[in-house]
């Protein structure tokens, strides 16, 4: 949908808009049932009875998104059209903040021979306190290449994130680890002539790096990747005319709903806690964007049982929704998460509007075969916002 | 879908196709029933028992349609790629000849204090007759301004609207009414350098408006806004090879018919006319778009059993379509317009579609809900054209 449409057609209105993404919930029947399928989730169905239901793909039919493309859809960015470099997403999901301009990579601690091949691509995935102790003394060391501000924040394990700020920086830069054993590693190579001065800046990093971890063991080498910027984006308020709200309790998360303009709030770790914040700041803002994770990490784990717990737990907070009254609710996720594919998947899932002036259709259950069944067929995932956003009422004709 | 591919695929045949446009028929629940659920409709029934059906979304899922874009996409033309200035549909609402390159605006009579600042944007909405009168004595007085001619014609009320036929016109001028009262009328300034030519015309054309209307009360001003060319848009024979007629008592959806090169057919108001007119001309053409416009005016009037009889009216006149035998039968609407919302909306369209080549699902009723079950499912109705014209084989192979 072309934004200049997008920005003619909302208009801004008091009706609210919550959407709850359970991340990866869909997935597929282990012994009969899937997750969903199992769980007591007479809440979910309620929802389901009294709205309209369909299946949306998050990005085009068989492709599997990993968080980034699968929310953005839901946030009503066409994903193949947004991409989000693996740089930022890093830097996201350790809370990092960025600034338009700045340019961040992913690195990996690494083990290299006396002849400076890569011996062990992940030093042995170190304990993540050495890896904290490590990106300490590379700060302390490292503040400034060429110009150029450094900021350098471990992740887990071996693996951490560099950012560089300064004028003029570009990402056009080459991944500098080779990805095999045995080979060295590559040059941090300018992909494009605007990015030399960047790629000077980087190679200057690395030498000073493996100068300041020369003689560590096992970790003595640096290898970087996934050079990238903040997406060039217009913000939800600008597109949309909402004032949007994130609730949501992983950086990550938190990261691509300030990328979209959301402001973030404040709230604890567990769902209890996201749903107390969105009734504290109800009436703050026109839309929500609440998050629940722990359905997506159980279904990494390949833990059945687990993931159909915090669906139920999900469940049994439906009811405080619904005491707030807004006047769209929609329950979906960003992808699939099957936990007899112990990853995501591919696989749609499963949507529910309910709304006054939405139709409704005779789906009675929050399931993935259910919501096939559901008026609203199957879809992308980057239509659900247009079709919110109508349900609320803040959308004028298009043409005369 | 691509136009060399379009033109490259269709044929030529004798078979016919005719498109029934039932006019913001869908709907949503009033104490439960829509209107087309509400309605005693056999025969329509019976077409869907026949046929395969399915829901369209006009446009865009959740956007909301003007007639134009609702119309153009039944008629296979993308809506978001070819636009219909608000100043052409105005035109062709009022019924008049447009031709390539002259430029149309929509035109208020506005009334202007003494220092010239807009007092009422709508000059207290006078009668259509003063309206009448005032556009005979502005024409009688303004017949070409700067070497263009100029034609103008009554709508209603305060409305009107004013054509400027000349060499090396271009749309491209600004809105002169400022949208608020207590400012002055704006310039009519160009947007593009190949404009200033008309737009100087066009300050000619309000200068010498003032100038008669002068002493006029309330309608001493003219704003104008919308300035439109007719798009460039290939006909109806061009793209699908079809021999196309319109059957539509309103002129609007008349304009939009010969926009893309339908004759438009002498008819009178009612239902009843339309149809016999399609058994009157059923051997000289092979695609007939017949438009029932009463179910879209009692939808934004708000009267529910109003539009149920239209309905009902027109399911009595199935009969005599099905005594034509055309191969094609597509019932379906442009957008849909609930009464409980009294104006057109975003829920999409029921369709459906009867041919003795193509297959059937086990949708036996008419009604929104019945459709969403419907074997086509839920697809954009700019898709409706190509499977309406491969039903009536009018389709050769695509590719080897």
Redesign the interface.
């Known amino acids: ?2 934004e200049e ?1 997008l920005k003619e ?1 909302t208009v801004k209105t008091p009706s609210k808009i919550v959407l709850l993404v359970i991340d990866g919930v869909g997935g597929i029947p282990v012994e009969g049932r899937t997750e969903l399928e199992a769980a007591h989730r007479p809440n979910l169905d309620r929802l389901a009875s009294e709205g309209i239901c369909g299946l949306t793909d998050p990005v085009y039919p068989g492709i599997t998104p990993g968080s980034g493309p699968g929310h953005l859809a839901l946030f009503g960015y066409d994903p193949l059209r947004y991409e989000i470099g693996r740089g930022v997403l890093e830097a996201l999901g350790i809370g990092m903040e960025l600034a338009p301009g700045e340019v961040v990579a992913r690195a990996n601690f690494a083990t290299l021979d006396q002849e400076g091949l890569v011996l062990d691509r992940r030093a042995g995935r170190i304990p993540t306190e050495r890896n904290e102790e490590l990106c300490r003394r590379l700060q302390r060391e490292i503040q400034e290449v060429e110009g150029v501000r450094v900021e350098i924040r471990p992740g887990r394990e071996h693996r951490f994130v560099v950012k560089f700020s300064g004028e003029g920086l570009d990402d056009r830069i080459a991944d500098t680890d080779p990805q095999k054993e045995g080979l060295p590693p590559r040059p941090p190579s300018a992909l494009a002539p605007e990015a030399e001065r960047t790629a000077k800046a980087v190679e200057a990093f690395l030498q000073r790096a493996h100068q300041v971890l020369n003689g560590e063991e096992p970790a003595n080498g640096v290898l970087m990747r996934g050079f990238s910027r903040l997406p060039d984006i217009p913000s939800m308020e600008e597109l949309f005319k909402l004032t949007p709200a994130c609730i949501a309790s992983y950086p990550m998360y938190r990261g691509l709903a300030k990328l979209v303009g959301m402001e973030v709030l404040e709230v604890g770790e567990t769902i209890a806690e996201e749903f107390a914040a969105l009734k504290r700041h109800f009436q703050d803002f026109d839309f929500f964007y609440l998050h629940v994770k722990k359905t997506d990490s159980f279904g990494e784990d390949g833990n059945f049982s687990a993931k159909v717990q915090v669906i139920e737990e999900v469940d049994r907070h439906i009811p405080q929704l619904l005491e707030l009254e807004p006047e769209v609710i929609v329950v979906t996720a960003d992808h699939s998460t099957p936990s007899a594919l112990k990853g995501h998947s591919w696989h749609p899932n499963p949507f529910l509007l309910r709304s006054p ?6 789906v009675d259950r929050f399931t993935e075969a259910a919501c096939a ?1 559901g ?5 992308r995932a980057v ?1 659900a ?7 609320a009422l803040k ?6």
């Open positions: 949908m072309q449409i057609v002036y939405e139709r409704r259709d005779d069944r008026a609203l067929g199957r879809f239509e916002m247009t079709m919110m956003l109508a349900a959308m004028k004709k298009f043409g005369a």
